[in-house]
């Protein structure tokens, strides 16, 4: 649903005069919290504020490319002036996120913190601590929010060639280049609207996926040949130990869309990817769906975790063999769904 006209007056009135801004993206951000990050600082920027993207930790190489990656502050590489930033603040954005939990180590910085909060999400359940809430779970990324966030601000008109790449990217990544069924109509009109503001598409398609390593390949082999499938629930999983990522040189971002290809099997409508992070005694999970099949309310319910009805991440405190058995142990109560 677009932005409500009262919404709407409150951000106006908040961005009337030049504030101290910092834009937050969520821990492990990807294309599209940090294309809509990156478009909205720009923006911000050009209209007399001093805005900063902050993020809690590092993100994948294949997007330092994006226009304003290198003024970007990593809180756990620099939290002292992070911090700073967030504690002085007279705003935050918060971008592709709905709680202060996503951001990991940020959490207590930002729940203390004395600024208004405008949160812009595409996430399920959002948390109350924002002064405006634009959420809109239909939406197919937070960049195409972005877009109409700043169309309901009557901006589009200061959309340069730098912001629409961020945007491109953001809506590209979120949507599995257009194809998942969050893709609408209107995403397509956005998105021509972007390409015509001077985002390059297969420049920008390039960047972000024709970046493979060959250990990341390689990886990719790994997970491929560690492949599960359990037919009678329609599921499939992939598990990925600490030994075999750091054999592979494994860097962030090198297991992006590994899930996709368990989901791609036929007559398979729910993957999951289990990775072991030995650094955080985590398991990193990676949960999609097709059709009705709700991995949010299975990531919620079950691994400390959330998102879409049909992409949500979680983890597991357990070991990786105690989190795949208890995975499979869950199965047969959702037998009746999947």
């Not at 063999?321 to 999947?338: A, G, H, M, N, W």
Request: proline share 3%; aromatic share 8%; glycine share 6%.
């Amino acid at each position: 649903m677009p932005m409500n006209s009262n919404d709407i007056k409150t951000v106006q009135s908040l961005l009337s005069t030049s504030k101290s801004i910092v834009i937050v993206p969520h821990k492990n951000p990807d294309g599209d919290a940090m294309g809509s990050t990156l478009a909205l600082c720009k923006y911000l920027n050009a209209q007399g504020h001093t805005a900063v993207v902050v993020a809690p930790n590092e993100y994948p190489h294949f997007l330092k490319w994006l226009p304003g990656n290198d003024d970007v502050i990593i809180y756990n590489a620099t939290t002292k002036i992070a911090t700073q930033k967030i504690e002085s603040a007279d705003l935050i954005f918060t971008l592709d996120f709905n709680d202060f939990s996503r951001t990991g180590d940020m959490e207590q910085v930002l729940a203390s913190a004395s600024a208004d909060f405008i949160m812009i999400d595409h996430h399920q359940q959002p948390s109350n601590y924002a002064k405006v809430t634009y959420s809109d779970t239909s939406m197919s990324s937070t960049c195409e929010m972005v877009y109409h966030f700043l169309d309901a601000l009557q901006a589009t008109d200061h959309i340069d060639a730098d912001m629409a790449a961020c945007l491109y990217t953001g809506i590209m990544t979120d949507t599995g280049s257009f194809r998942f069924p969050s893709t609408t109509a209107i995403t397509h009109e956005v998105i021509s609207k972007l390409i015509a503001k001077g985002a390059d598409n297969s420049h920008i398609h390039r960047n972000i996926y024709d970046t493979n390593s060959h250990t990341k390949l390689q990886l990719l082999g790994v997970a491929l040949k560690n492949l599960r499938i359990l037919p009678e629930f329609k599921t499939a999983y992939i598990t990925l130990t600490q030994k075999e990522l750091d054999d592979h040189n494994f860097q962030k971002g090198d297991t992006e869309g590994f899930v996709n290809y368990g989901l791609s099997l036929k007559g398979i409508i729910f993957a999951v990817i289990f990775i072991e992070n030995k650094a955080d005694n985590i398991i990193k999970m990676s949960l999609r769906s097709k059709g009705d099949f709700s991995v949010n309310e299975f990531a919620r319910t079950h691994y400390h975790g959330g998102g879409h009805t049909n992409a949500a991440g979680g983890k597991s405190d357990l070991s990786l063999k105690e989190t795949v058995d208890q995975f499979i142990s869950i199965l047969p109560r959702y037998k009746d769904k999947l």
